[in-house]
């Protein structure tokens, strides 16, 4: 009579890259909602187009690569990717940028380095960081956010703008600074922080602070994923922890020229960087010690290059600067294996 | 002092005497090396930082491609042809000094000649001097050939460069400006005033091409496209 035997590892998870990428996806859903909320339609064709232009360059690139397609476009994980892309994108953006930042994301920063699991940079700010440095004047072009009934422009009109069909709206009149960005030019041009806050319509009325919401509704997915573990807490916990310290810090020492805290986690792509884009499973760091270094790492770099950069946000930058030190961090961070000494030599 | 004169003079004709091993010249394997096999810009990697940095549009790569093939082709002439009086200890001193000097003379022959070229090549002229292509060729070709097939060899070489040169500055000109050859007028004078090439009207441009990091996408792509021809020639 033979027994069935089994090595290690005895517990082993049901999760599927798929599954993951599908919860992952859903919690991703509330903090979309609120943005399309205040931004209208071109939230909404942000997402389907750069999911379209991901899942077709990822099947061509498989097609080149031989590589089985509907097995590997069946893991998700190129419309998690567009998804992540195009929540960082300003609504009512031309639809060929869009494709421009996924050609970079999925072929460059993806399948040239071998596919899911072999990316060294989170595929999805390499995009956006080509995006930013090559058309930073588009980049900027975020629409005033109004309720959703009291948007300026309607499923057809926003359609028109993103295909270019002879409309270009008077932007000027129609988008706002983000909060960051008002902060950041307010700052230079020598205005007290105080100041800013009373001019700008975002930052003097927390309710019409359409970041805020958006921030906490990626925080609300953020944790639900947290609770069905499919992201640890190192990345997101040690992050704010290392973003708050850095913005108390400064701003109790001058409060006039530094940023209250609240702003720096509640604005910009603070939420959704902690706790979808530096938790990424193939570029992040994998061992726990190395998580929580990894995470405030990029903390300490996003308050580094909003406060003192040229650019008003960070998280992308941030990101793949932390991308480039994750083989090291892990070499340092090993944990022990039961049984042995600790075995990487300093 | 007779007797050290005497000895000098030994040493200066033993070191005459030594017959080298005779290497034969294969022109056609010194072009083919120069231009593909073991092209410096694709294969050896050598000179990449003058490769990278000036490569914005076609006309500067164009520019410092020239500049190198003409510093190539001498220093390898020069090099071959003192070959049998140049002590093995004292070689890498006197490659320096021999690329230096034919350097600044081309340095200031730019600057004569098209004073708005060496305005925009600046600083990456006068480091011709330390392109690593150069000295190598010297050392691993010059130093052991006759004067031609040195001289042929540091042609080919050059050219081979100036070609990838060429060809990144197209790249990136092509997809950060939607152009070609413009400021052809540098190099060129006034004749080339319309050359420019606007290859698509309206472009945007994606300024990613024209910084650095376009220059390193664009050389990886040229090394990927390479391989693939190479193994399509292999199979």
């Known amino acids: 009579m033979q027994f069935k035997i089994r090595t ?43 999911v379209f232009f ?37 609504p009512l953006i031309p639809w060929w940028i869009v494709l421009v930042g996924i050609f970079f994301a999925i ?51 926003s359609l028109r703008i993103v295909f270019g069909a002879n409309m270009s709206p008077d932007w000027d009149a129609i988008t706002m600074p983000t909060p960051l960005d008002a902060v950041k030019t307010g700052l230079l041009t020598g205005m007290d922080y105080t ?58 020492y001058s409060p006039q020229h530094y ?13 959704l960087g902690a706790f979808f884009i530096a938790t990424d499973p193939v570029s992040a760091s994998t061992t726990p010690l190395g998580k929580l270094i990894y995470g405030a790492g990029i903390g300490v770099f996003i308050y580094i290059i909003r406060v ?35 075995k990487v030599d300093l | 002092m007779p007797e050290t004169t005497e000895t ?54 164009l520019g410092l491609g020239l500049a190198t093939l003409v510093t190539l082709t001498i220093s390898n002439s020069a090099i071959s042809a003192t070959r049998r009086w140049v002590r093995k200890e004292i070689r890498i001193p006197f490659y320096v000094l021999v690329i230096a000097s034919i350097v600044t003379m081309i340095e200031m022959l730019m600057h004569a000649i098209t004073p708005e070229l060496y305005g925009v090549l600046g600083i990456f002229v006068p480091l011709i001097v330390t392109n690593c292509v150069i000295i190598g060729r010297a050392e691993a070709f010059a130093s052991k050939h006759e004067l031609m097939p040195a001289a042929f060899d540091g042609f080919m070489m050059g050219l081979g460069f100036t070609l990838v040169l060429v060809t990144l500055g197209a790249m990136r000109e092509l997809v950060g400006n939607g152009s ?48 693939v021809i190479d193994k399509k020639i292999g199979k």
């Open chain 2, 180 to 227: 070609l050859f413009a400021d052809a007028s540098v190099m060129f004078g006034d004749i080339a005033k319309n050359w420019t090439i606007q290859v698509f009207d309206h472009y945007q441009g994606l300024l990613l091409a024209i910084l650095p990091p376009g220059a390193f996408i664009g050389m990886g792509f040229l090394i990927a496209i390479k391989n």
């Open chain 1, 54 to 90: 991901a899942v077709s360059l990822e099947a061509l690139a498989l097609l080149i690569r031989k590589r089985p397609v509907l097995v590997f476009l069946g893991d998700f994980s190129a419309i998690v990717t567009g998804w992540l892309f195009a929540l960082s994108l300003p």
């Open chain 1, 107 to 157: 072929i460059i920063a993806k399948q040239l380095y071998g596919g899911l699991g072999y990316n060294p940079f989170n595929p999805a700010m390499v995009g956006f960081a080509v995006l930013i440095i090559s058309f930073p004047l588009e980049m900027g072009l975020w629409l005033k956010a109004t309720s959703f009934a009291e948007q300026s422009f309607g499923f057809i009109d």
């Open chain 1, 195 to 252: 100041e800013i806050v009373r001019k700008s319509r975002y930052l003097s009325d927390s309710f019409s602070n359409t970041w805020m919401w958006s921030g906490l509704a990626f925080a609300a997915g953020g944790i639900w994923l947290l609770y069905k573990k499919i992201i640890h807490w190192q990345i997101p916990v040690a992050l704010l922890l290392s973003l708050l310290f850095f913005s108390v810090v400064f701003h109790l």
């Open chain 2, 8 to 61: 000098a003079e030994t040493a200066l004709d033993h070191i005459a005497i030594v017959e080298e091993p005779k290497i034969s010249a294969d022109y056609k394997k010194i072009m083919l090396d120069g231009l593909w096999n073991n092209n410096p810009g694709l294969i050896q990697l050598l000179g990449l930082c003058p490769l990278l940095a000036v490569t914005g549009n076609l006309i500067n790569g």
């Open chain 1, 308 to 342: 003192w950069g040229s650019y008003p946000d960070a998280m992308a930058f941030s990101v793949l600067i932390m991308n480039m030190a994750v083989p090291m961090i892990d070499y340092y961070t090993q944990p022990r294996v039961l049984g042995h000494k600790r």
């Open chain 1, 259 to 271: 940023a209250s805290p609240v702003l720096h986690m509640l604005s910009g792509a603070t939420m």
């Open chain 1, 8 to 50: 290690s590892p005895f517990f082993n998870s049901s999760n599927s890259v798929r599954s993951i990428m599908l919860q992952v996806l859903l919690a991703l859903i509330p903090g979309t909602l609120v943005m399309t909320y205040f931004f209208g339609w071109g939230i909404l064709f942000n997402i389907v187009l750069s």
